[in-house]
Structure formats: structure tokens, C-alpha cells
């Protein structure tokens, strides 16, 4: 892998933890971050080490603030239509491995649109999130208007939208934007064995079952249901399923192998 300036990328055992790593404009995303989230992407999407993936932010004070604010005045029509932030969380979102935000403060903008293309959320108990990019006079333009609606419902997601409103932590939960809200200094480990949970489950069964719910989610309930039970089908004819009832009758822990 290329060397990294802006974040850091670490492995413990077979979770590998992307940290965008500029605590100074707390944790900004400016083009190169974008880059270079992509570049670990690119080095572990075949890498058998790594089984799932954390993003989080250095520092106590943001997860990702936003974009950097610096550069906005030069984006134009062209950089628009080329659309690096939004492709990026695009990647992140059917990233074939599961992924999981860790968000351990601020969190605005864009590094909300980052969180809700991973997986699972899970936050600090002193983080803020929102979209205030009406502010500036612009939309969220990395996918927030969409999947923003698609967690919290269209409502709440206009207002917090058209009023530029950062909800608690604790509001973030109730809406169903994060999955859980624990201790700032419990959230590294949350989110560790939160991964750890995952992958002790069939690889196959968490690999299809993401692909199912996220292309489910775009269609109507009978297409997904036929996309559910093609997966179910190819499942059962797997050496996981085999080992999977193996182990449960023979009371002991699983041995998968991914085939």
C-alpha cells in the first residue's frame, strides 16, 4: 500500500480500522482523504486478512466534520458531475465486507453521508450529526439526501435537511440513524466486538445477506423476496450450511471456511 498522509490504516486480527487522521480541522475530508480511504479499500477488498472494516476519526473531538470547507470555493460543474465523494460512499455501501462507523464526535456533512454508507453505526455518547450544507448553499451531495430518508423516513429527513438541525447522540438513536449509543471510552471495543460478533457467523451467509438487504431495499417486497430466496438456495449448497448444522447438533463452535 501507497504511503498514507491523511489517514492511517490498522489491522487487529482480521479487523482492519480506517481512521481519517487530521484532527487539526477535525478530520475534514478533503480530496486526498477521499483518495486515500479509496487506496486502503482498493488493498484489503482482496486481502484474506482483513473480514470486516471500522472508519472513525483521530482524535476526542470529531469523527468526520465534514468536507473541507478550504476547498468548496474551487468545486464547479465539472468537479460536480465528477462526483468523488459521492462514488466513494457508493463503494463503501456495497463494500463486500462488512463495515462499521465508529463515531466518536462531530459528525457532520459529509462524514455523516461516510457513517450511513457503512453497515452499522454505532456512536459516542457525546456525538453530534447532521447535514448543514443548506448553510453553505448547497445540498448533500454524497448520497445524504437518499439514504438519510431511507434510515430516519422522509420527513424527518427534510427537516433535519432544509434546517441545517445536528441531532444528540441519543436523538441519532431514536431515529434509528445509529444503532446503539455507549461511552466515548467503551466505543473502540463496541465496535471490535461488534465486528468480532459478525464474523464468527457463516462468511457467506453475512456476505449475501448484506448484498440481499441493500438491493432488496431498492425494489419492490417481491423482487426482494425472490433475491432472498436465491440466496437462501445457493446457501444450502454450501460447506458452511453443512458445518453450520454440524456444529449446532454437536453443541460446539463452527469452523467455517467460506465455501
Not at 468548496?72 to 456495497?94: H, I, P
Not at 438519510?148 to 433535519?160: D, P, Y
Not at 441493500?214 to 419492490?220: C, L, P, S, V
Request: charged share 20%.
Amino acid at each position: 500500500m501507497e504511503t498514507l498522509e491523511t489517514v492511517t490504516a490498522s489491522l487487529d486480527g482480521a479487523v482492519g480500522t480506517i481512521t481519517v487522521n487530521r484532527p487539526e480541522v477535525r478530520n475534514a475530508l478533503s480530496k486526498t482523504v477521499l483518495s486515500e480511504i479509496g487506496a486502503v479499500l482498493d488493498a484489503w477488498e482482496d486481502d484474506g486478512a482483513v473480514s470486516a472494516v471500522v472508519f472513525t476519526g483521530a482524535g476526542e473531538k470529531a469523527f468526520v466534520a465534514g468536507a473541507d470547507i478550504g476547498q468548496l470555493a474551487g468545486y464547479d460543474l465539472a468537479y460536480g458531475l465528477a462526483a468523488q465523494m459521492q462514488k466513494l460512499f457508493d463503494r463503501v455501501e456495497e463494500y463486500p465486507k462488512p463495515t462499521i462507523a465508529a463515531i466518536n464526535g462531530v459528525t457532520m456533512g459529509g462524514g455523516l453521508e461516510l457513517a450511513m454508507s457503512c453497515d452499522i453505526r454505532i456512536a459516542a455518547d457525546g456525538a453530534k450529526m447532521g447535514l448543514p450544507e443548506a448553510t453553505l448553499g448547497v445540498l448533500p451531495g454524497a448520497g445524504g439526501t437518499q439514504r438519510l430518508t431511507r434510515l430516519v423516513g422522509t420527513g424527518r429527513a427534510v427537516e433535519m435537511i432544509l434546517t441545517s438541525r445536528a441531532l444528540t447522540a441519543a436523538e441519532a438513536e431514536r431515529y434509528g440513524l445509529v444503532t446503539a449509543v455507549v461511552p466515548r471510552e467503551e466505543l473502540a471495543a463496541t465496535a471490535a466486538a461488534t465486528a468480532a460478533t459478525i464474523l464468527s457467523k457463516g462468511p457467506l451467509a453475512v456476505r449475501l445477506g448484506k448484498l440481499v438487504i441493500r438491493q432488496g431495499a431498492e425494489t419492490d417486497q417481491k423482487t426482494g423476496l425472490l433475491l432472498e430466496r436465491l440466496a437462501q438456495t445457493l446457501l444450502y449448497t454450501t460447506e458452511d450450511k453443512a458445518e453450520g448444522a454440524a456444529a449446532f447438533l454437536a453443541k460446539r463452535r463452527p469452523e467455517f471456511v467460506g465455501r
